[in-house]
């Protein structure tokens, strides 16, 4: 039996209160494969603890049987200052309260902080490098600024996560199929990742721009040409996607628990669970992220939809209509939003009253499209 569950303290936002992570570890500290898993980043986003709570129970029953082979870190919850703040009874999440921004952008470039840590520079021997940029991660990491609670917040969780060879960053969209974001490179990984959970949208991303959780622990294997010998020597050894598992609204305890034999699937597919090696297909053909049009209302109103998430449409075709409630006339009040490209609308916003540019739908096709620019691919 390896199972063990840590509390870890964050800072006291206020006096006479405290904040901790739970974290669930598994296997042997250092062993390989690592995965780390977390849930609900943003706050507001509940699909993946309903995942991770079933998913706890079936490392569990493996470790029992002596079957995990790497080391897997879960956090059931991974952002508790999120959680907490609440407004008039909703939670509102994404954007912390302290004017820090939002919960998943803005994580750091370490690859800067790396540096110093690997005096004369990398070898080029891949192992030997591989092993001495990791404890150079950690040790960048353990420099970030904790000052601030959700500052020391986010160091302890790349503490966790950053040394490992697997992120899985579960969120959600708002009402969608289920889809993961990760790097081009990692493209057949991904793939067997929605073979195993069996979804149909896998997004690749070059340079998302907005620094995501999923890219401050993969991108940094990237950004170090220039600034180590041997720094554009090292591959991206480690794999960080942002898994949305489907709408805010899809919490059931049968959608978890499939979710969750999905995520075994592939752990036991990647190395880290003996035993248990299910064939899987090749997955779906991944899209790009410029081939994925996001549809935007051009006015503040009530959104009529003419497509459902899941649905297959052709470019041109109206997949919402946006009500002027200012119009005179009712007759004469609705403007069709149409899909730029032919592909599937996996996606669409749950508020059906918009302001002017509020992404409304997403459609991913197989036609770059000129209004998608790299480096600003997510919504802020
Ligand atoms: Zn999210």
Excluded at 192 to 206: H, R
Aim: hydrophobic share 40%; charged share 25%; aromatic share 6%.
């Amino acid at each position: 039996m390896t199972h063990s569950v840590d509390r870890i303290p964050l800072k006291s936002p206020s006096p006479g209160t405290e904040r901790f992570l739970t974290v669930h570890r598994f296997g042997t500290e250092g062993a390989r494969p690592k995965a780390y898993l977390h849930a609900a980043l943003h706050a507001d986003e509940w699909p993946g603890l309903m995942a991770l709570h079933h998913l706890v129970s079936m490392l569990d029953a493996a470790d029992r049987e002596g079957k995990i082979v790497g080391e897997i870190i879960v956090l059931p919850y991974a952002n508790p200052i999120g959680m907490d703040q609440r407004q008039g009874g909703a939670v509102p999440g994404r954007y912390a309260y302290d004017g820090s921004g939002n919960f998943n952008r803005n994580w750091p470039d370490l690859s800067p902080m790396a540096a110093p840590y690997l005096g004369n520079g990398l070898t080029g021997d891949a192992d030997a490098d591989i092993v001495a940029f990791r404890g150079a991660l950690k040790a960048a990491v353990a420099d970030l600024p904790a000052r601030s609670d959700v500052q020391h917040w986010r160091a302890t969780l790349l503490g966790l996560s950053v040394d490992s060879d697997y992120v899985i960053d579960i969120h959600c969209d708002q009402e969608a199929q289920a889809h993961v974001y990760c790097h081009v490179e990692h493209a057949e990984i991904a793939r067997e990742m929605a073979a195993a959970i069996d979804f149909p949208v896998v997004l690749l991303e070059e340079e998302a721009g907005g620094f995501s959780f999923d890219d401050c622990n993969a991108g940094v294997w990237r950004r170090m040409g220039g600034l180590v010998e041997n720094g554009d020597a090292l591959s991206m050894t480690c794999f960080a996607c942002t898994l949305e598992l489907r709408g805010k609204d899809d919490i059931e305890d049968d959608l978890g628990r499939s979710d969750a034999e999905g995520l075994y699937r592939f752990l036991a597919k990647r190395g880290l669970i003996s035993g248990d090696g299910t064939a899987l297909s090749d997955g779906p053909i991944p899209y790009r992220l410029d081939e994925v049009d996001v549809i935007s209302s051009p006015i503040a109103g009530l959104v009529a939809f003419k497509a459902a998430v899941g649905e297959t449409v052709a470019a041109g075709q109206v997949v919402a209509e946006v009500i002027d409630l200012t119009a005179a006339d009712p007759l004469t009040a609705r403007i069709p939003l149409k899909s730029s490209t032919d592909g599937l609308f996996f996606a669409r916003n749950d508020l059906r009253l918009v302001q002017p540019g509020e992404n409304v739908g997403k459609v991913a096709g197989r036609q770059p499209l000129a209004h998608r620019k790299k480096g600003a691919l997510l919504e802020p």
